[in-house]
Structure formats: structure tokens, C-alpha cells
């Protein structure tokens, strides 16, 4: 059973911050790697950032390295995004997902991600 339940989402002015929440039950094997992807309106699905929740590793899209954190509460099965220095192209939607970790990246698990949460940033 898969159980993902995202939050945090809201609406900021650009250079704000923002803290999205992710809730994630799925089976042990699926939990070990979780990741965020961004939906631009009008556009694909793509991933943000991923950790690998063993070692604590993450991976992060170059567009949001040193603006983003991504980290996890083992004992909450919760990971969270850390969204600073927003800007008006962050806008979109936000989903959780169980992953795959492989050489230092990630990749998601289809079928795996929550309804997302909703990120507004205006100029």
C-alpha cells in the first residue's frame, strides 16, 4: 500500500521561503529512497531533489542547488524540502515520491508520488 501525503505549499514573494512536508508510507524496500518533483504549469514532471535516507546522501537539480535542502525524520517516515531564495519560475506544483537511488542519483518510482502541493511565488 502506498500512502503519500504532501504540504507546505503556499503563496510567497520572490526571495521568500517556503518548508514542504511529505508523509510517506510505502514498503521498506520503496522507502529507502525519496525524492521531489516539480510541475511547472503547462509542463513535464522533473525531479528536484532526492535522498537516500541510509546515508543521508541527496541529490539535487542544478537549478536548485544552494536554494533547496532536502532531509528526512526517520521516526515521522517524513521528508521535507527546504525552499529558499524562491523565484517566480519555482512556481508549480510539488509531489513526493519514493525513488530509486543509483551512483549518486535518483530516480522515481512511477505510481509512487502523492496529489503534491501547490507553490505560488510572485515577482
Known amino acids: 500500500q502506498v500512502q503519500v501525503a504532501e504540504s507546505g505549499g503556499g503563496s510567497v514573494q520572490s526571495g521568500g521561503s517556503l518548508k514542504l512536508s511529505c508523509v510517506i508510507r510505502?514498503?521498506?524496500?520503496?522507502?529507502?529512497?525519496v525524492g521531489w518533483l516539480f510541475q511547472a504549469p503547462g509542463k513535464e514532471r522533473e525531479e528536484v531533489a532526492g535522498i537516500y535516507r541510509a546515508t543521508g546522501a541527496t541529490d539535487y537539480r542544478d537549478s536548485v542547488k544552494g536554494r533547496f535542502t532536502i532531509s528526512h525524520d526517520n521516526g515521522d517516515n517524513t521528508v521535507y524540502l527546504q525552499l529558499n531564495s524562491l523565484k517566480p519560475e519555482d512556481t508549480g506544483m510539488y509531489y513526493c515520491t519514493a525513488c530509486d537511488w543509483h551512483d549518486g542519483t535518483w530516480f522515481p518510482k512511477a505510481g509512487y508520488w502523492g496529489q503534491g502541493t501547490l507553490v505560488i511565488v510572485s515577482s
Open positions: 510505502v514498503d521498506a524496500a520503496s522507502s529507502k529512497c
